[in-house]
């Protein structure tokens, strides 16, 4: 899906180109320092991009690695502050995928519904870490557990879902002690960020501190309605440093079908909810952004004693469904330490169960959760050069600190690359090429399925840009319906060499998904 801008917030639970380069869809990145100050109106808060080592007074850095600060609005609109800004947005509230909790009945039975009871779980390896309410540390399923770090205070007092972040910690990691419940990674090494209030300032910075701790797996079992850059560039930086993001469908299929974020975002594994029978579960939502589903109903949970006397419930939940499959791929990559990022991602939703449609649908994604198949099953190649969706991820100095590697060099004239594309996760592709001085450059892509290709000059600054900045920038386009080569070139007739831009993508029209080898040629 294209990025679209930041809609109203609700709490949820849970050079011409040629005629057939059409315009594509969508809306590129503000500019820097252009900011819509009607859309922090009745917000305390807001997010405030600024070049990293800049020093906001008055300010809460949230994400060093994109100099983020979270500040008061008032300080926000203030024009010298503004000067200086990337990027300003509202800091919204977020509510956990909500749950329905009752009284703990039956067994664990998910566990042979995904195959866990075939199979047995590793030591502590990769970490996973919940993003969510508090933990508490004084439950008898955590207060002696090893292989537990606090990335922050924690805190869990009565109401407001305060019992959530306990219940999805138990879920992924509940111990072997012999008392209560047993999650589905029940040595792993589990990572607690208390978001607190949950204002998306809350989750990049535990985003941001849990990558620390270097390359890992991040639950998110919570929403909102609408689109977040600020969050996507943070979950974009995880991702393209090597940690795997998996988020919580929904729970509000019969009140509307929202689309959520972060469950919409790219390259964030999105889990649906099923049923003991294997079956979509009424509440989960549908859409093309889910990957897969796990269990959802009648879930057995550690909760506080405010919660439940016990200290025990059941829940139904996609809440519920995220940390098995957050759980399962942090003990597939254990057992796998080879795998790259975009090998678990696609392994996790691609070795699951078909259920339902055959083939992908929304209810489910690729199927269920299958932890045997996912340890056994062959994986995808790797994807290279994610994530690479705009110029503002391969680009030095943007989201990463190191430009992208580019595919041709002044030292290497010819490269052969193949890729895949994917409509919500991996729409879009972008390279960057060395055309030489007085020389051509020439791309062939050959698709599986129906894709476009676009040469950029090195000017633009989006690929997504339209009207005059597109006739402006855009050097060549091919758009063929079909499976046919897609070819174009552009000559370089200055005295100095420079680099443009290579634009893979799915079109509107085409199909979800596409693999494809692109040959690029230097001539003279």
């Given at each position: 899906m294209r990025r679209v801008g930041v809609s109203a917030a609700a709490?949820?639970?849970?050079?011409?180109?040629?005629?057939?380069?059409?315009?594509?869809?969508?809306?590129?990145?503000?500019?820097?320092?252009?900011?819509?100050?009607?859309?922090?109106?009745?917000?305390?808060?807001?997010?405030?991009?600024?070049p990293k080592g800049t020093d906001v007074r008055g300010g809460t850095l949230i994400s060093r690695r994109l100099g983020i600060w979270r500040v008061p609005t008032r300080l926000a609109e203030h024009i010298a502050l503004r000067a200086h800004a990337r990027a300003i947005e509202p800091d919204r509230v977020l509510a956990p995928q909500r749950s329905a909790l009752e009284p703990l009945a039956g067994f664990e039975w998910w566990r042979a519904a995904i195959g866990v009871d075939r199979v047995t779980p590793p030591p502590a390896g990769k970490r996973v870490t919940v993003i969510d309410t508090g933990l508490d540390t004084t439950h008898p399923e955590f207060a002696s557990r090893p292989n537990t770090t606090l990335l922050n205070p924690q805190s869990t007092p009565p109401g407001e879902e305060e019992e959530h972040g306990t219940a999805v910690s138990s879920v992924v990691a509940a111990p072997e002690n012999g008392v209560g419940v047993v999650g589905i990674y029940p040595e792993a090494a589990l990572g607690e960020w208390d978001s607190g209030s949950l204002f998306v300032s809350d989750v990049i910075a535990g985003i941001d501190r849990a990558l620390n701790a270097g390359p890992g797996v991040i639950n998110m079992s919570f929403g909102f309605d609408g689109y977040d850059a600020m969050l996507a560039d943070e979950i974009d930086v995880a991702f393209g440093t090597g940690t795997l993001l998996v988020a919580a469908?929904?729970?509000?299929?019969?009140?509307?079908?929202?689309?959520?974020?972060?469950?919409?975002?790219?390259?964030?594994l999105t889990v649906a909810a099923t049923d003991a029978a294997n079956h979509s579960s009424s509440f989960s939502n549908r859409s093309l952004a889910v990957d897969l589903a796990a269990p959802g109903e009648n879930i057995p949970l550690a909760v506080p004693t405010w919660a439940s006397p016990s200290g025990y419930a059941?829940?139904?939940?996609?809440s519920f469904s995220a940390p098995l499959v957050a759980g399962a791929a942090a003990w597939v990559w254990t057992r796998r330490p080879d795998l790259d990022?975009?090998?678990?991602?696609?392994?996790?939703?691609?070795?699951?169960?078909?259920?339902?449609?055959?083939?992908?649908?929304?209810?489910?994604?690729?199927?269920?959760?299958?932890?045997?198949?996912?340890?056994?099953?062959?994986?995808?190649?790797?994807?290279?050069?994610?994530?690479?969706?705009?110029?503002?991820?391969?680009?030095?100095?943007?989201?990463?600190?190191?430009?992208?590697?580019?595919?041709?060099?002044?030292?290497r004239a010819r490269a052969t690359l193949d890729a895949r594309l994917d409509v919500t996760e991996d729409p879009e592709d972008v390279y960057r090429l060395w055309l030489p001085a007085r020389r051509r450059v020439v791309v062939r892509v050959a698709p599986t399925d129906d894709v476009d290709v676009e040469l950029w000059d090195a000017s633009t600054r989006s690929v997504l840009v339209t009207g005059s900045a597109r006739r402006r920038h855009l050097l060549a386009g091919s758009g063929k319906r079909g499976r046919g080569v897609e070819v174009v070139a552009a000559r370089n007739r200055g005295g100095r060499g420079k680099y443009v831009f290579l634009d893979v993508y799915l079109p509107e029209h085409g199909g979800s998904s596409a693999g494809y080898r692109a040959t690029i040629t230097t001539t003279h």
């Open positions: 709490v949820l639970l849970l050079v011409c180109p040629p005629a057939a380069a059409a315009a594509k869809p969508g809306v590129a990145r503000s500019d820097p320092g252009v900011v819509d100050l009607m859309a922090l109106r009745g917000h305390a808060y807001a997010l405030i991009e600024v469908a929904g729970n509000d299929f019969l009140e509307g079908n929202a689309e959520h974020s972060p469950a919409s975002l790219h390259h964030v059941a829940g139904d939940g996609t990022v975009t090998q678990l991602f696609d392994l996790m939703r691609w070795s699951a169960t078909d259920i339902g449609a055959t083939g992908f649908d929304e209810d489910t994604g690729w199927g269920l959760l299958n932890v045997p198949a996912a340890l056994s099953t062959t994986a995808p190649a790797v994807d290279p050069h994610e994530p690479n969706e705009d110029i503002d991820e391969i680009v030095a100095g943007k989201l990463f600190k190191a430009a992208d590697v580019p595919l041709t060099s002044p030292g």
